[in-house]
């Protein structure tokens, strides 16, 4: 009795998060995929300078992430951090102001944008790994004597 309880309570208890974040071309428009686990309401607004504000409602935790050289299909930057108490809030610096959409599905809120740069390999980061490509450094070298 006492497993299902707390099988239960880590199904249906979880807090909602952030898992992951990715940048995909999709014919001529770009995709920001924000996948999370949850009850989450998205707010939206687009800064003049160009940066993409996602608020996301109902997130008690979010890891602070930074990934300054995305440079994909008009992405510059990510950055995911906790703004204010069950708000996390996600920044998506664009080449320049576009005009977008936001939906929001099961586990993931898509936002998309014509995409103006062309083809592009698509970039993913799950919350709490290594960023897109990147590797461990290598231990250091010892020179022989």
Do not use: C
């Amino acid at each position: 009795m006492t497993a299902l309880i707390a099988l239960l309570l880590a199904v249906f208890g979880a807090e909602p998060r952030v898992t992951g974040i990715s940048v995909t071309a999709v014919a001529d428009r770009t995709e920001v995929v924000i996948l999370v686990d949850g009850t989450i309401t998205p707010k939206h607004m687009m800064l003049d300078d160009g940066r993409l504000i996602v608020d996301l409602t109902g997130v008690p935790q979010a890891p602070r992430m930074e990934f300054r050289d995305v440079n994909r299909g008009g992405v510059r930057e990510l950055r995911v951090a906790q703004f204010q108490p069950n708000v996390a809030r996600v920044v998506i610096g664009l080449a320049g102001r576009v005009e977008y959409n936001v939906a929001r599905e099961a586990d993931r809120i898509r936002i998309s944008f014509p995409n103006r740069s062309g083809a592009f390999e698509p970039w993913t980061q799950t919350m709490g790994a290594q960023p897109n490509g990147a590797m461990p450094a290598p231990p250091p070298t010892v020179g022989a004597a």
